[in-house]
Nanobody, 122 residues
Framework: QVQLVESGGGLVQPGGSLRLACTAS????????IGWFRQAPGKEREGVSC????????YLSDSVKGRFTISRDNAKNTVYLQMNSLKPEDTAVYYC???????????????WGQGTQVTVSS
């Protein structure tokens, strides 16, 4: 059974850091692109970052570029999203997903985790 589980969310102050993890079961992550998305209440789901199946290319949205980093640890079947210099506008539920290449819109991704809440507030 294909399953993705996110972890690492929480409440942080502006300027703080969190590291989100996306751990896969039922398949091997190194054969798949993994995307991170986020959604705030009443807002459209937004692509945040993506790492290619080969790990040769990474993508970051303009809003997080320079603050977030995506990486994979194939031995742990896990993809990480390191989030630094967090801002209140980063507050959202963060999801990882797979099943599509990194250029795809979120509707193209087949498998999704349940999400983890990130709240940035003073």
């Amino acid at each position: 059974q294909v399953q993705l589980v996110e972890s690492g969310g929480g409440l942080v102050q502006p300027g703080g850091s969190l590291r989100l993890a996306c751990t896969a079961s039922g398949f091997t992550l190194d054969y798949h692109a993994i995307g991170w998305f986020r959604q705030a209440p009443g807002k459209e789901r937004e692509g945040v970052s993506c790492i290619s199946s080969a790990g040769k290319s990474t993508y970051l949205s303009d809003s997080v570029k320079g603050r977030f980093t995506i990486s994979r640890d194939n031995a742990k079947n896990t993809v990480y999203l390191q989030m630094n210099s967090l801002k209140p506008e980063d507050t959202a539920v963060y999801y990882c997903a797979t099943g599509a290449p990194c250029y795809a819109d979120y509707v193209g991704f087949t498998y999704w985790g349940q999400g983890t809440q990130v709240t940035v507030s003073s």
